[in-house]
């Protein structure tokens, strides 16, 4: 079973460095950018953007709604 | 299938057509005023979702209480007032009586809803009013910086009990949710969390519920939503919700406690 | 001519919060005004116009209720008696900061603390110079019979929604208690018209409206104040009211009352004409808030000293004196506590004041 692609987009200024969203991935695709966004709060950024599967998990938890999650659909995989 | 070209260029995935979860459009650019990780935050996201993809934008009301998300109006993009502290749940009452028709929530937290707003929300509930309660329970005062509240845990340290609740001065920490669950006015009553998705999802679940059975006159709904807070805990966002795990769902346990107007646990 | 009764106040004022098109009361029972909700609920408002009557948890409970109805754009009213009525304060502040109409019934009784059942005027200072915190005014009409009652549920829902103010109608155990003659206004049907500001959903998706009295920013906040005190300003230049009874010609002296202390004095000046060919005016505010200054000025003109006559130890005779300053003499006279003068004590009082009898 070819494995979902997937990637979020994360709401860079708006992103307060929780890191509630790291738990919630079960493939540890998010981790901290090392620069400070305009807050000065570091900001949750694909780490290992290979691993998502677009589950959605990060978004559902964050407090904010700073991430946006995409997934490609099967059939334009092929 | 041969695994995915790994150096597929992220762009290409994220097109317009890929999207499959954006915040919902019912809030205004102002971001959120909670501090970074806190439950009222991802509870309100999810109370919107629901008011966007049941399409009641238009017949919706909320009632916010004094506390943390006193200013949830600035956020929210629906019609809102915000009561007394204390007392959002009788000002939801008098709303509902001139509105049957609408959707009214009210949104609290500990303190409003269980220490001053204690007789207003055990009458609202025994009266049955046809409204949502939202109860957020992160057991302090968040707002104000940290203090006890009816449901902060024994041994719990506060800016108030500096060395810990103790049960001999403060009694033990009040399980509302239990109490007025006996009330026959309370329809369905449910405990939930955010702090993991499944959480998140189950929390939808019973939103959608409540507002549902509210348009069936089925009398009140009530869902708890046990939350962290971590600044008042002096916790990282992640700790807190480990904590909450640990130390919150003991006294505070998950899940339906009544359905159908019939107690379940 | 409409429909004449004989009634009690309090009954008056149910009745006409029916007539008026009330859409919700909510209340809380204490004596010496109960009759008010006893009497809406023996009337069946819901049948007879669809009126929403709920008997709250507390008078805290009430005023919270109407706090959220009044957000509906809609007529809601409450009343409750002085111990209630200082349970109401917080939320009364909330509703004049968010600029909610409502009308709020005061039968006021003999103070402090749980004081008497009794009859008082002594919430004066409570109801006219905000009972509740932060600057803000309630305007507050002062009916003096079973009939004035009735005429101010209309007048205060008038004003109120005009203002999109709290209007306080402060009676007292006597005229809530005692039976008179009424002629009620002809019954007008509840309102569906829709406050532009009012929350009820965002009707084809429009701007949100959101009801509150707060404002974390504290330059936004006092220019919300500024506004404030236009609309209180604007209601002193517009809404005063008042009777003048006995005024034509030259007074010797002036007397200022309201409510049930109004209809005494009037007795007063019999006794004073026939006694001692004294020629006394009286000036009755029918609002205490905007207080008739510019009536009791003029007429505080030649008069050798003006008498306060309130059941209290004194709390209107502040604003006379405010209003006509140093050069006139005003005293106060008043049976309090709970206790009523009749005409033969304030006749006294005013012989022991001003003739040294």
Redesign the interface.
């Known amino acids: 079973?070819?494995?979902a692609?997937?990637?979020i987009?994360v709401d860079k200024e708006?992103c307060?460095?929780?890191?509630?969203c790291?738990?919630?991935c079960p493939h540890q695709v998010i981790g901290m950018t090392s620069t400070v966004n305009a807050k000065g709060?570091r900001v949750a950024s694909?780490v290992l953007?290979?691993a998502c599967t677009?589950c959605?998990?990060c978004?559902?938890?964050?407090?904010?709604?700073?991430?946006?999650?995409?997934?490609?659909?099967a059939a334009s995989?092929? | 299938?041969e695994?995915?070209d790994?150096s597929?260029d992220?762009n290409?995935?994220?097109?317009p057509?890929?999207?499959?979860?954006?915040?919902?459009s019912l809030?205004e650019e102002k971001?959120?005023s909670?501090?970074?990780?806190?439950?009222?935050?991802?509870i309100q996201?999810t109370l919107m979702e629901v008011v966007e993809e049941m399409g009641?934008?238009?017949?919706?009301?909320g009632?916010?209480p004094v506390g943390c998300s006193?200013?949830m109006?600035?956020f929210l993009?629906?019609?809102?007032?915000?009561?007394?502290h204390g007392?959002a749940a009788?000002?939801?009452?008098?709303?509902?009586?001139?509105?049957p028709d609408?959707?009214v929530f009210s949104y609290q937290g500990d303190g409003d809803f269980a220490a001053i707003g204690t007789?207003?929300s055990?009458?609202t509930c025994n009266r049955g009013e046809n409204i949502l309660v939202i109860f957020v329970n992160n057991g302090i005062y968040g707002m104000t910086g940290g203090q006890m509240a009816p449901t902060s845990l024994i041994n719990m340290k506060t800016s108030t009990t500096p060395y810990g609740r103790k049960q001999e001065q403060m009694g033990s920490p009040l399980k509302i949710t239990e109490l007025i669950a006996q009330l026959p006015g309370t329809y369905y009553v449910s405990r939930h969390a955010?702090?993991?998705?499944a959480g998140?999802?189950k929390l939808k679940k019973a939103i959608i519920k409540s507002f549902e059975l509210q348009k069936e006159n089925k009398g009140l709904c009530f869902i708890e939503v046990v939350s962290n807070c971590?600044s008042g805990w002096k916790m990282?966002?992640?700790k807190s919700?480990q904590w909450m795990e640990e130390n919150m769902f003991p006294f505070y346990p998950l899940g339906d406690i009544k359905v159908d107007g019939k107690l379940v646990k | 001519m409409g429909e004449i009764k004989l009634m009690k106040g309090n009954e008056a004022i149910a009745e006409a919060a029916i007539r008026v098109g009330c859409?919700?009361y909510?209340g809380y029972p204490i004596t010496p005004q109960s009759e008010v909700m006893e009497y809406l609920a023996a009337e069946k408002p819901e049948e007879r116009t669809g009126m929403?009557l709920?008997q709250?948890?507390?008078e805290?409970?009430?005023i919270?209720?109407?706090?959220?109805?009044?957000?509906?754009g809609?007529k809601?009213m409450t009343s409750s008696s002085s111990p209630g009525i200082s349970l109401m304060q917080?939320?009364i502040s909330?509703i004049a900061g968010?600029e909610l109409p409502c009308v709020i019934v005061n039968v006021v009784r003999g103070g402090p603390g749980l004081g008497t059942i009794q009859p008082s005027q002594a919430d004066y200072f409570q109801s006219v110079k905000g009972g509740g915190h932060g600057d803000y005014r309630l305007l507050v009409l002062a009916p003096d019979s079973v009939q004035e009652m009735s005429d101010h549920v209309k007048l205060g829902f008038d004003l109120a929604f005009k203002y999109r103010n709290p209007v306080m109608i402060q009676s007292d155990g006597v005229i809530g208690q005692m039976m008179e003659k009424v002629e009620f206004f002809d019954p007008i049907p509840r309102s569906t018209e829709i406050q532009p500001w009012a929350?009820?959903?965002?009707?084809?998706?429009r701007k949100?409206?959101?009801?509150?009295?707060?404002d974390?920013d504290p330059y936004q906040n006092e220019m919300h104040n500024h506004f404030l005190q236009e609309k209180y300003r604007k209601m002193e230049m517009d809404e005063v009211r008042f009777e003048e009874y006995n005024c034509e010609g030259k007074l010797d002296y002036l007397i200022v009352a309201y409510g049930c202390s109004a209809r005494v004095s009037k007795k007063v000046i019999e006794y004073a004409k026939n006694e001692k060919g004294l020629n006394i005016g009286l000036l009755r505010p029918i609002t205490l808030f905007p207080f008739p200054k510019l009536q009791i000025e003029k007429l505080s003109k030649n008069v050798k000293a003006i008498l306060s006559v309130e059941m209290s130890a004194g709390q209107m005779i502040e604003d006379i004196k405010l209003t006509v300053g140093k050069g006139v003499r005003v005293e106060h006279y008043g049976r309090y506590g709970g206790v009523v003068h009749n005409p033969e004590d304030v006749w006294n009082g005013f012989k022991e004041i001003f003739l040294n009898e």
Request: net charge positive; aromatic share 6%.
């Open positions: 079973m070819s494995k692609k997937g990637a987009v708006k307060k460095g929780c890191e509630v790291i738990t919630a709060y694909m953007p290979e677009g959605t998990n978004a559902l938890v964050c407090p904010d709604g700073v991430i946006s999650v995409y997934r490609l659909k995989v092929a | 299938m695994s995915i790994v597929m992220i290409e995935i994220i097109k057509e890929n999207l499959v979860y954006k915040k919902s809030f971001p959120f909670y501090c970074p990780g806190c439950g009222h935050g991802t996201r009641i934008t238009e017949d919706v009301v009632v916010a006193v200013t109006y600035e993009d629906i019609d809102m007032l915000q009561a007394p007392r009788a000002a939801a009452t008098g709303l509902k009586r001139v509105l609408k959707y007789g207003e055990i009458h955010v702090h993991t998705p998140v999802r971590n990282t966002p992640v919700n | 859409d919700a909510f929403v709920l709250a948890e507390s805290i409970g009430a919270n209720m109407i706090f959220g109805a009044a957000s509906a809609k809601v917080e939320c909330y968010a929350t009820l959903g965002r009707k084809g998706m949100k409206n959101v009801i509150t009295s707060l974390l």
